[in-house]
T-cell receptor, first 115, second 117 residues
């Protein structure tokens, strides 16, 4: 089975721009979670989508949004980029059917640099 | 709210020595517990997890961890370190039930393991 894929792998943007990141989950998985990883704050949960619905979200401003399509692929969008948004953005997929005990399978991440 | 503390942001061992990475959680109800490893420029890979049952959990690459409820700990060990074990290790927890359990892992700050020849 193919793993979780994320595109693009690297991205450079300037402050004020917006960006869209994409995540394709493992085939058959219906849940996609997004995380931000920075040296200062570590790994932080952004939100989770299951069957095109957001089921859970972390404590991030409204500039961070996401969506999920009927094929379970997910996108996250960050509007009005700030320097502090520079980070590795990871997505993870799971079946979404077993709650907190499920294993999440992570993609390689998208590294975003905001100048 | 849950929290996870990993004692020691950097751990250095010699090849063949015992690896011990510490993790403590703070939660009124014992959560599900996970250890992940991250190699440079890669995503996270699951090493092992504890959900229910036997408190000593064996994972991949010779790692194991023991859930100790009385100590709210879930330390990761490996009897003999290998050079290929050099990476960053993350302890994580998730809620057992409810809306906050969906797709959300709460991570510790990570421990970078260095293995010396």
């Amino acid at each position: 089975k193919a793993g979780v894929t994320q595109t693009p792998r690297y991205l450079i943007k300037t402050r004020g721009q917006q960006v869209t990141l994409s995540c394709s989950p493992i085939s058959g998985h219906r849940s996609v979670s997004w995380y931000q990883q920075t040296p200062g704050q570590g790994l932080q949960f952004l939100f989770e989508y299951f069957s095109e619905t957001q089921r859970n979200k972390g404590n991030f401003p409204g500039r961070f949004s996401g969506r999920q399509f009927s094929n379970s692929r997910s996108e996250m969008n960050v509007s009005t980029l700030e320097l502090g948004d520079s980070a590795l953005y990871l997505c993870a997929s799971s079946t979404g059917l077993a709650g907190g005990l499920e294993t999440q399978y992570f993609g390689p991440g998208t590294r975003l640099l905001v100048l | 709210a849950q929290s996870v503390t990993q004692l020691g942001s950097h751990v250095s061992v010699s090849e063949g020595a015992l690896v011990l990475l510490r993790c403590n959680y703070s939660s009124s109800v014992p959560p599900y517990l996970f250890w992940y490893v991250q190699y440079p420029n890669q995503g996270l890979q699951l090493l092992l997890k504890y959900t229910t049952g036997a408190t000593l959990v064996k994972g991949i690459n010779g790692f194991e961890a023991e859930f100790k409820k009385s100590e709210t700990s879930f330390h990761l060990t490996k009897p003999s370190a290998h050079m290929s074990d050099a990476a960053e290790y993350f302890c994580a927890v998730s809620d057992r039930a409810g809306g906050t359990s969906y797709g959300k892992l709460t991570f510790g700050q990570g421990t970078i393991l260095t293995v010396h020849p």
